[in-house]
């Protein structure tokens, strides 16, 4: 079963694969209208479940608009209204839906979740984030990066802030796609360090800078995100807050990277806490780029899972 659960789960060909692939289901849009069809109907008459656990905007929207982009149809659950979210099994659930719908994308609080859901279906399952990792997200990541600047492979790629869901796939992806990787933040929100020795092990140089201005030197990418995730507790964010404001994107911290580097932030933001409005806003910002992206990376991943 082509399930697509995490970066590091699914093969370097396959990934790149994929990124390709986005490339062209991209270019074959060709500035055509949001609701016309592509030419390609890879799930046509496949019904695609998209379950949410947490809110969402991005994954929601772009899940729902490519699915049916490719001749499919969706129906968006939430956790709470369904079952699950009152004492059935995951196990269960996930045979349940496989004897209705063709696909299943969950967004969800526990990995363990995840992966019961993956090892009870009949039919494919993508992540589409967990409080540990977020790869639909690095996918449209890798595919903004590319698009602007070519190749990512042997590239600096800074993380300053949190570490979180989403910088654990950008290290899962360091290990894949064969590019540097600097975490910048405060001791105690550490990555697990798992990740990191993941990522070093496939080959990954993966450092630990403590001082922002010194990790982002010379950087070809800088990124940063919320510093209080859907998963953390409200309680946490004066002391998360005091915690990150020196790893705060702004222009003097940019000025550290090189001229050309690009500027990340999956969204949603806190405008002026993780960066400010000057570098969201500035020339070297992608941010929206990346946001357009998770549509045509999900259709490749969602075509691929489809295969076999
Ligand atoms: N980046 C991202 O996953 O956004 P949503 O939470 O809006 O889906
Ligand atoms: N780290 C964030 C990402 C949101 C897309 C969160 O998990 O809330």
């Known amino acids: 079963m082509n399930h697509f659960l995490d970066i590091n789960k699914t093969s370097v060909e396959e990934l790149?694969?994929?990124?390709?692939?986005?490339?062209?289901?991209?270019?074959?849009?060709?500035?055509?209208?949001?609701?016309?069809?592509?030419?390609?109907?890879?799930?046509?008459?496949?019904?695609?479940?998209?379950?949410?656990?947490?809110?969402?905007?991005?994954t929601r929207v772009s899940f729902d608009v490519g699915v049916r982009q490719m001749g499919g149809q969706t129906m968006v659950l939430s956790g709470s209204e369904?079952?699950?979210?009152?004492?059935?099994?995951?196990?269960?659930?996930?045979?349940?839906?496989?004897?209705?719908?063709?696909m299943i994308m969950i967004r969800t609080f526990e990995e363990a979740t995840l992966l019961?859901?993956?090892?009870?279906?009949?039919?494919?399952?993508?992540?589409?984030?967990?409080?540990?990792?977020h790869p639909c997200q690095i996918m449209a990541d890798i595919l903004t990066y590319?698009?602007?600047?070519?190749?990512?492979?042997?590239?600096?790629?800074?993380?300053?802030?949190?570490?979180?869901?989403?910088?654990?796939?950008?290290?899962?992806?360091?290990?894949?796609?064969?590019?540097?990787?600097?975490?910048?933040?405060?001791?105690?929100?550490?990555?697990?360090m798992g990740f990191v020795e993941e990522a070093r092990a496939k080959g990954a140089s993966v450092d630990i800078e403590r001082d922002p201005a010194k990790a982002v030197h010379e950087a070809d990418l800088v990124v940063t995100d919320t510093w209080v995730s859907m998963h953390d507790a409200p309680s946490?964010?004066?002391?998360r807050h005091n915690q990150l404001r020196p790893y705060q994107v702004n222009a003097e911290l940019m000025a550290h990277a090189k001229d050309d580097a690009l500027f990340m932030h999956c969204l949603p933001a806190h405008r002026n806490e993780e960066a400010t409005n000057v570098v969201m806003d500035g020339p070297n910002s992608v941010i929206f780029d990346e946001a357009e992206n998770r549509l045509h990376a999900q259709k490749a991943v969602m075509k691929w899972a489809l295969q076999r």
Request: net charge negative; glycine share 10%; with cysteine.
């Open 16 to 58: 790149r694969g994929m990124i390709d692939s986005a490339k062209a289901i991209k270019s074959a849009r060709n500035g055509r209208p949001k609701g016309a069809l592509d030419d390609d109907q890879p799930l046509k008459d496949h019904m695609v479940a998209l379950i949410f656990e947490k809110p969402s905007t991005r």
């Open 82 to 102: 369904m079952q699950l979210g009152h004492g059935e099994t995951v196990a269960d659930t996930a045979r349940v839906l496989s004897r209705y719908v063709d």
């Open 116 to 133: 019961e859901m993956a090892e009870h279906a009949t039919v494919p399952v993508i992540n589409g984030l967990t409080n540990r990792t």
């Open 146 to 192: 590319e698009e602007h600047r070519g190749p990512i492979a042997g590239k600096k790629v800074v993380w300053c802030g949190d570490g979180n869901n989403v910088f654990a796939s950008f290290a899962h992806a360091a290990g894949q796609f064969g590019f540097d990787l600097t975490f910048s933040g405060p001791e105690p929100l550490d990555p697990e």
């Open 236 to 239: 946490a964010r004066e002391r």
